[in-house]
């Protein structure tokens, strides 16, 4: 679904990414575990275009990389930045209708009514500016209005950051919910926890490259890896 070939990415003279392979297929989650500042949330944005790739990013068999950000997002890619980046201004329900790919058109999946199920205070809270919502409630936002464009694949970034344990296993559901409807799912994640509960696979970045892919069992078993590349 999602494949990502020898990609390098740049800020100016900095060389962030350094060759990155990697693969997400329709139906998994896998995570992308690292420390901070080794190029996890840059290789998002690489593949949404918002960091010029320097690599083959090729998605449901056609090469995305070199496409505009808008045009990557409409070929099926949906996007939770670390931000969340809601428009604080608007409403929840305006929010939530800026994801669709046309007005008032929802995906096959995912609806208004699916999305107040799956998260009730959202419903509860339509007419309410986003800026006042809490920190989980906004996260909430982020992702399903991601959602509201029925994408095929979605990256989301550091989902559980600064979040009370209920809203984590919230996310956590959610996340595993977008995998049994088909997508294919990358977790840039902070906390191993949750990584090695709902991950299918696990790559982890260290100084830009990947330096371990393997299952959750496999990382439980490894702990010279667990103590080299992730534990502070």
């Known amino acids: 679904m ?10 100016g003279k900095s060389h962030v990414l350094r060759g ?13 575990l690292g420390r901070n500042g080794v190029g996890r949330s840059t290789l998002c944005k690489a593949v949404m275009g918002l960091v010029a790739p320097v690599g083959h990013v090729e998605f449901d068999g056609k090469t995305i990389s070199g496409m505009a950000p808008h ?15 809601i428009f604080p201004g608007l409403s929840v329900l305006q929010n939530l209708e800026l994801g669709m790919k046309k007005k008032g058109q929802t995906g096959e999946k995912w609806t208004l009514e699916k999305v107040y199920e799956w998260f009730p205070r959202l419903k509860e809270r339509e007419h309410t500016p986003a800026e006042v919502l809490s920190g989980g409630e906004q ?9 509201m464009g029925d994408p095929q694949c979605i990256l989301v970034d550091e989902p559980t950051e600064g979040l009370a344990p209920k809203v984590v296993a919230d996310v956590a559901a959610i996340l595993q919910q977008m995998a049994k409807d088909g997508l294919a799912v990358l977790l840039v994640e902070q906390k191993l926890s949750i ?31 667990r103590k080299e590349w992730l534990e502070v």
Do not use: C, W
């Open 71 to 85: 045009d990557i997002a409409h070929a099926g890619i949906g996007y939770v930045p670390e931000d969340r980046a």
């Open 139 to 147: 996260q909430m936002l982020s992702m399903f209005r991601a959602l």
């Open 20 to 32: 990155v392979n990697m693969t997400v297929e329709r139906g998994e989650v896998v995570s992308l």
């Open 195 to 225: 990584a090695l509960d709902i991950a299918d696979r696990i790559y982890i970045m260290g100084e830009g490259e990947i330096v371990f892919e393997g299952t959750p069992e496999d990382l439980r078993n490894n702990p010279e890896i």
């Open 2 to 11: 999602l494949k990502i070939q020898d990609l390098n990415a740049f800020y």
